[in-house]
């Protein structure tokens, strides 16, 4: 039996965090899914008490107010988690949604619980506010793809959500991570009618990465060929409507500007690219269309690839 899709979802109450919810039904998921919606504190909590154990903490009158501020301040994150739930089983009625909030670094609490619970998919805002005020979750998007284990989204707030159908761009490099992107794709239920565009970058970087690979020089532009066209058999095959694009120059331009113009709903790469000597774990090409990209970015990473 397969056992259901498991989402965190990182929700602060920003416009930022409500471009997840919204995201969510142009990401391509299943009906079998478990999410967590997890709403993060940016306060430090500490025991209060007059044991020996917590001794050297003063309960001076400075104190016990900022103990009450933070606890506050994780009730008000308890009270978003819970609207941001019961938002998402109208939205997703067949979903089991559960909500929990802490008091914590929220880009620290949001890997601590990726990392207990592993779910297949972590989303985040591109950027949005803490229940304090103090936080852009920017900086925090960029901790949580940079060291959580499995894939990451980053939502972006679509212009237009009248259209149903769905665009989505696929960095593609011939590498193990843009492969798993590809995969991906392909495994998840889009509306009928929905394009995927295959986009693959030549520069010199990349055919240094493909002759140290293949132990030799070969032709960089018909090797890409080949591995985009094996992509568009597989995404053919689960219904979608299939472009490419090779083209020379910097794949984080490229990426990013082909998104623009052919106006994406989202930028699918791999957390591992073939760049340089070698591959690299989220290497600048994945940073970089996270960073500057107008629509949502998808970063791919299964724990099999870790």
């Known amino acids: 039996m397969n056992q259901p899709m498991r989402i965190l979802i990182a929700y602060d109450g920003s416009s930022g965090a409500d471009a997840v919810l919204a995201d969510l039904e142009r990401a391509g998921l299943p009906n079998d899914v478990e999410a967590i919606v997890i709403c993060v504190a940016d306060v430090c909590l500490w025991p209060m008490s007059n044991s020996e154990a917590n001794s050297a903490i003063p309960e001076l009158p400075s104190v016990e107010k900022a103990h009450r501020q933070a606890l506050l301040a994780v009730e008000e ?57 103090n936080l852009f979750l920017g900086s925090v998007s960029q901790k949580v793809i940079a060291e959580t284990a499995c894939s990451v989204r980053v939502a972006r707030a679509k212009a237009d959500q009248s259209i149903s159908t769905v665009r989505i761009v696929i960095g593609v490099d011939g590498s193990a991570g843009a492969e798993a992107a590809v ?78 113009q052919w106006g994406a709903d989202c930028i699918f790469v791999g957390a591992r690219g073939l760049r340089g000597i070698g591959r690299f774990l989220l290497g600048s090409v994945s940073a970089a269309v996270v960073a500057r990209a107008h629509c949502s970015v998808e970063v791919v990473r299964s724990y099999a690839s870790v």
């Open 77 to 133: 994150a308890r009270a978003l988690a819970a609207e941001a739930s019961a938002r998402l089983r109208e939205r997703f009625p067949r979903w089991r949604v559960s909500a929990e909030s802490r008091g914590d670094s929220p880009a620290w609490a949001i890997i601590q619980k990726a990392d207990q619970w592993k779910p297949d998919l972590v989303i985040v805002g591109s950027h949005g506010r803490s229940a304090l005020g």
């Open 183 to 260: 995969r991906t794709v392909a495994q998840r239920q889009w509306p009928t009618g929905s394009e995927v565009r295959l986009v693959a970058a030549l520069d010199p970087m990349i055919a240094t990465a493909l002759q140290w690979v293949e132990g030799g020089a070969l032709d960089e532009r018909a090797w890409m060929s080949k591995r985009v066209e094996s992509s568009v058999e597989r995404l053919q095959t689960s219904g979608l409507t299939v472009t490419t694009v090779i083209k020379e120059g910097d794949p984080k331009r490229i990426l990013i500007d082909e998104a623009k």
